[in-house]
């Protein structure tokens, strides 16, 4: 029993060994008998002499799913098995080759078979009982019960029909194509469906005798080069009927629509040969030369397939299990068990029991002679110059290597793996004798280590709101995962880290106070930590907020008092020389040679760079100029080319201009009054409502 793996599906084999590449089968067969392998244990045999002497061509089962019947070739015959014995019950032989049969009742009693020299044979339990010939050659055939009409559709625009009740051929049914495909009945209503050569599907109502619809199924194809022809047809229900092209297509057809519910492509340009629906599993079976897939009819997604080293021809599948059986270019019939599709028929139910056995055992994926090795692999490996040689076989994005090479490719290749494995066993050794150590644990846990670390300073600062926060991350469960699943890893490279810039700069801020030991002041930590949604509820306006903190931030001198926010004024001045020293007054730039700029600062001037006034970082820059007084500085440069000289130049506040400035802030004020009772007129506040409301309620 072979187990394949395929999408997380199991597939069993039931008679086959080792899965031997189809490229290798004939210099197989050629080598001749070998000796008993160890694989052949593990074969089971599930019906004995299931095969044929040369190829297999069709096979199908009873309705009452007793026997099972098979026709092949050299010389062509038909096998027929019975389940309860799980062995052969009876085998004929024919003149010619068969190309499809239709099982008339519900054992093997009644059977016809289609030959391809056109000749149509019943044959009953005791054997051949009539044989005659149709004018065209046959493809199809299918039995319609209500008329015991036997359909044979072929190279002719003709269906014939041979009632088998009277004995005798009927007027056939004459459709528009050249020539027919395939055929099939809905055993609901008994509408007649044909697939043309033309690409189309023709239904008709036995009784009218006349084509009731036609659906064009090429024109769905329009990627198609050819116009394709339909191979293949099935009827899901009374309703859904699927239908295969000879380009490798499935479709879904609702037959009251003109278009398809679904398209599935096989990818191999190959001819569809058959289609079958599992109902419980909502699953759909089509078969190509290639492979067998099983897909779902509902999203078109793969549940897994089947192939083989030969062609198949046909396959038949046990209504409600999981058990298929193949007909295919080799003398074996292969019978396949897929546990997922359902469990196995009643006659093989010990099926079952032998899956769990194995079911721990390994699964080979492909092939067990053989590696597949990708191309950076077979560089690793040194055998790239290999290819194009007989000892790869291109396959995909790689190479199929026989197994016994890639061995020993594989030890040359890793001469120093004892090594490795050596120092990796120590290394663990090591590890393994390392905690009856004393260690000293780090508080610090192993996810998010800088945001523990800044928690645990913050949880012991004088500010009681931080502490508290602090504290209730660090020691409240609902939090702990923060700092122990990996998921919550803060990234400072994402863009929502980047956004949050007021933290990032108040965390700059404290690495800045606590680097340069700077005590702050509890109040001013305090009103830094105000959130700044408060200001967007405020009912000021902006202009009022920065007038606000015009005043206060910026300063300004009264009489016998400094400034209010107890910095210095700075004014800049040029220097007497480039030593530092202050100076006196102006002097000449010649005088000056390689001075730079220079400040005359006031005695307790603050120059705290890295930590200045919140309240002066509130004002903006033209209000913060034109509270200073400026004048005109000059900048000269010897950097070894020539002399440059650059000058500042900005509008400097006149002293003398004091009224003018008075009166202007006079009008401000007013309009800025004006502006605010307009504003209180307009904005109603809610707390009246709200009362009003809550005074009615109660």
């Not at 210099?27 to 052949?40: C, D, L, N, T």
């Not at 007793?66 to 003149?95: H, M, W």
């Not at 108040?506 to 830094?528: G, I, L, M, T």
């Given at each position: 029993m072979l187990v394949t793996d395929i999408n997380n599906v199991k597939i069993y084999n039931l008679?086959?060994?080792?899965?031997?590449?189809?490229?290798?089968?004939?210099?197989?067969?050629?080598?001749?008998?070998?000796?008993?392998?160890?694989?052949?244990?593990?074969?089971?045999?599930?019906?004995?002499?299931?095969?044929?002497?040369?190829?297999?061509?069709?096979?199908?089962?009873?309705?009452?799913?007793?026997?099972?019947?098979?026709?092949?070739?050299?010389?062509?015959?038909?096998?027929?098995?019975?389940?309860?014995?799980?062995?052969?019950?009876?085998?004929?032989?024919?003149?010619?080759?068969?190309?499809?049969?239709?099982?008339?009742?519900?054992?093997?009693?009644?059977?016809?078979?289609?030959?391809?020299?056109?000749?149509?044979?019943?044959?009953?339990?005791?054997?051949?009982?009539?044989?005659?010939?149709?004018?065209?050659?046959?493809?199809?055939?299918?039995?319609?019960?209500?008329?015991?009409?036997?359909?044979?559709?072929?190279?002719?625009?003709?269906?014939?029909?041979?009632?088998?009740?009277?004995?005798?051929?009927?007027?056939?049914?004459?459709?528009?194509?050249s020539a027919i495909d395939s055929v099939t009945v809905n055993r609901e209503h008994q509408m007649i469906c044909v697939g043309t050569q033309e690409g189309t599907i023709e239904a008709w109502d036995y009784r009218d005798k006349a084509c009731c619809g036609t659906l064009d199924v090429a024109s769905s194809l329009p990627q198609s080069k050819e116009v394709p022809s339909v191979t293949a047809l099935e009827f899901k229900n009374g309703l859904t009927i699927a239908a295969g092209t000879s380009t490798g297509h499935v479709l879904l057809y609702d037959i009251r629509g003109r278009s398809p519910l679904a398209v599935k492509d096989h990818l191999n340009q190959l001819p569809i040969k058959k289609i079958r629906f599992q109902g419980e599993q909502k699953s759909v079976y089509s078969l190509d030369a290639a492979m067998l897939k099983i897909w779902d009819e509902s999203t078109l997604k793969q549940k897994a397939c089947v192939e083989s080293s030969s062609n198949f021809n046909d396959f038949a599948h046990f209504p409600g299990s999981g058990l298929f059986l193949f007909a295919e270019e080799d003398t074996k019939m292969l019978p396949y068990y897929v546990p997922s599709e359902g469990p196995a028929p009643r006659w093989c139910s010990f099926l079952d029991n032998l899956v769990e056995d194995i079911e721990s055992e390994t699964v080979h994926n492909l092939y067990d002679d053989y590696k597949f090795v990708t191309k950076q692999e077979l560089a690793d490996l040194k055998l790239d110059h290999l290819e194009g040689t007989t000892m790869l076989r291109a396959y995909m994005h790689g190479f199929f290597i026989d197994i016994r090479l890639y061995k020993q490719a594989k030890s040359v290749s890793d001469t120093f793996a004892f090594d490795g494995f050596r120092k990796e066993k120590i290394r663990k050794q090591i590890e393994a004798a390392r905690p009856a150590r004393i260690q000293l644990k780090s508080a610090l846990p192993e996810v998010n280590r800088g945001l523990a670390q800044q928690l645990m300073e913050e949880e012991h600062m004088r500010n009681a709101k931080r502490s508290a926060i602090a504290k209730g991350l660090l020691r409240d469960d609902r939090f702990k995962?923060?700092?122990?699943?990996?998921?919550?890893?803060?990234?400072?490279?994402?863009?929502?880290?980047?956004?949050?810039?007021?933290?990032?700069?108040?965390?700059?801020?404290?690495?800045?106070?606590?680097?340069?030991?700077?005590?702050?002041?509890?109040?001013?930590?305090?009103?830094?930590?105000?959130?700044?949604?408060?200001?967007?509820?405020?009912?000021?306006?902006?202009?009022?907020?920065?007038?606000?903190?015009?005043?206060?931030?910026?300063?300004?001198?009264?009489?016998?008092?400094?400034?209010?926010?107890?910095?210095?004024?700075?004014?800049?001045?040029?220097?007497?020389?480039?030593?530092?020293?202050?100076?006196?007054?102006?002097?000449?730039?010649?005088?000056?040679?390689?001075?730079?700029?220079?400040?005359?600062?006031?005695?307790?001037?603050?120059?705290?760079?890295?930590?200045?006034?919140?309240?002066?970082?509130?004002?903006?820059?033209?209000?913060?100029?034109?509270?200073?007084?400026?004048?005109?500085?000059?900048?000269?440069?010897?950097?070894?080319?020539?002399?440059?000289?650059?000058?500042?130049?900005?509008?400097?506040?006149?002293?003398?201009?004091?009224?003018?400035?008075?009166?202007?802030?006079?009008?401000?004020?007013?309009?800025?009054?004006?502006?605010?009772?307009?504003?209180?007129?307009?904005?109603?506040?809610?707390?009246?409502?709200?009362?009003?409301?809550?005074?009615?309620?109660?």
């Open positions: 008679s086959g060994g080792k899965s031997i590449p189809e490229w290798l089968a004939d210099r197989k067969r050629k080598q001749g008998p070998k000796k008993k392998q160890a694989s052949s244990d593990r074969r089971i045999e599930l019906i004995q002499d299931f095969d044929m002497p040369g190829v297999a061509t069709a096979v199908a089962i009873t309705p009452d799913g007793q026997y099972i019947l098979a026709t092949g070739t050299y010389k062509p015959r038909v096998k027929c098995f019975e389940v309860s014995n799980l062995s052969l019950k009876f085998e004929r032989c024919f003149d010619s080759e068969v190309e499809k049969f239709e099982i008339l009742s519900d054992d093997y009693s009644k059977v016809a078979f289609l030959h391809a020299d056109r000749y149509v044979e019943i044959h009953a339990a005791p054997g051949r009982h009539y044989r005659l010939r149709i004018p065209r050659f046959g493809r199809d055939i299918v039995y319609h019960k209500p008329t015991c009409d036997l359909l044979l559709v072929g190279t002719s625009a003709d269906i014939y029909r041979l009632n088998l009740e009277r004995g005798q051929f009927l007027l056939p049914y004459t459709t528009a194509a995962g923060m700092f122990q699943n990996p998921d919550f890893e803060v990234d400072k490279e994402a863009n929502e880290y980047r956004i949050l810039s007021a933290v990032l700069q108040r965390s700059e801020r404290d690495k800045a106070r606590r680097k340069e030991n700077v005590v702050v002041d509890p109040e001013e930590e305090q009103n830094d930590e105000q959130s700044t949604d408060d200001d967007l509820y405020s009912e000021k306006s902006d202009s009022e907020r920065e007038d606000d903190k015009e005043d206060e931030g910026m300063g300004e001198e009264r009489p016998g008092k400094g400034p209010r926010n107890g910095k210095a004024n700075v004014r800049p001045q040029k220097l007497g020389n480039g030593r530092g020293k202050e100076s006196t007054g102006t002097q000449n730039d010649e005088q000056a040679d390689g001075a730079a700029f220079s400040l005359d600062v006031e005695e307790g001037a603050n120059f705290n760079i890295i930590q200045p006034s919140r309240k002066l970082q509130t004002v903006s820059l033209g209000k913060r100029v034109t509270k200073l007084d400026h004048t005109t500085t000059t900048a000269q440069f010897d950097n070894g080319i020539g002399k440059r000289e650059i000058t500042f130049t900005t509008a400097a506040r006149s002293r003398k201009g004091g009224k003018g400035e008075e009166r202007d802030r006079s009008r401000y004020q007013a309009a800025l009054k004006k502006h605010k009772e307009e504003r209180r007129k307009v904005i109603r506040s809610a707390k009246g409502v709200i009362r009003k409301t809550v005074t009615k309620k109660f």
